[in-house]
């Protein structure tokens, strides 16, 4: 699958403290050159050259701010911005020593300083690590809806039964232990408005 797929390599690749040397470690050298070259084929292809929005040390999280005059001259003298932009991202990151994180590999690409030192690379990792390793769960989840859903109770809209089914899954998985939930009187559809609002 991983010859086919390059996602899992890629994931080996990307994660800070794996990188290219657990590939050489762990991986038969036969397999070592296909999943190499896969990844790199799709760096190449829809990241290596995508257009990206350099992030900025000022700006606040939900807030996007215009670089001023300053902010632009900052970025045109920035060390690191620049010796990024001379190497390759991609083979600058795999080829370097891996490093001990403390929490996961995502969090780690979401910080402000990799999203600005691998400014491309940094969108090809938050893609591929945010994928759930299967999509059975989900698809548990929402196959229990028609159990929630018998004849009697055939007239409920999409809107109540989606609402009913992520309670549902939140409830058994105690997320909403610090959660307080509302109902609200019926809207448009007949169908009663859920509100949840953090204690």
């Known amino acids: 699958m991983t010859d086919t797929i390059p996602a899992y390599g890629a994931s080996l690749l990307l994660h800070p403290s794996r990188r290219k040397e657990y590939i050489e470690k762990n991986w038969k050298p036969s397999w070592q050159n296909k999943v190499l070259k ?29 670089p001023d005059e300053f902010d632009l001259i900052e970025q045109e003298l920035d060390v690191i911005a620049h010796r990024s932009m001379g190497k ?8 370097a020593e891996p490093i001990l994180i403390k929490g996961s ?26 994928v759930p390793a299967m999509s059975a769960e989900a698809e548990r989840v929402f196959s229990g809806a028609r159990r929630q859903i018998p004849w009697s109770r055939a007239q409920l809209g ?28 019926s809207d448009s559809d007949g169908e009663a408005d859920i509100a949840a609002r953090s204690i």
């Not at 390759?88 to 080829?95: H, L, R, S, V």
């Open 38 to 66: 896969s990844v790199k084929k799709l760096w190449r292809e829809e990241y290596g050259q995508r257009e990206v929005q350099l992030i900025s040390a000022q700006s606040s999280p939900g807030r996007t701010v215009e």
């Open 105 to 130: 590999a995502l969090n780690w690409w979401l910080a402000e300083p990799q999203r600005r030192t691998y400014p491309h690379l940094s969108q090809m990792a938050i893609n591929l690590l945010s």
């Open 158 to 185: 999409a809107k109540m039964i989606e609402q009913l089914e992520c309670l549902k899954h939140w409830i058994t998985k105690e997320v909403l232990s610090n959660v307080k939930i509302e109902v609200s009187n």
């Open 88 to 95: 390759d991202e991609f083979d600058a990151f795999i080829n």
